[in-house]
């Protein structure tokens, strides 16, 4: 995935299903990747980082 990526449906934990950005027009930004990590930018402002996998 490309900086600038538009996400949705995201997992905190694998497996649990998707539970940040879940809502109609809610997304979050992809706004730096280093390696298997990458940071996520969330409607509230909050910045996440987590291991980068899509389906």
């Known amino acids: 995935m490309t900086l600038g990526t ?3 449906n995201i997992e905190i ?3 649990r299903g998707g539970q940040l950005a879940r809502a ?5 930004k992809l706004i730096a990747k280093e390696g298997k990590s990458s940071t996520l930018k969330l409607p509230s402002g909050e910045k996440i980082l987590g291991i980068a996998e899509s389906k």
């Open 6 to 8: 538009i996400i949705h």
């Open 13 to 15: 934990t694998l497996g």
């Open 24 to 28: 109609v027009g809610v997304v979050a």
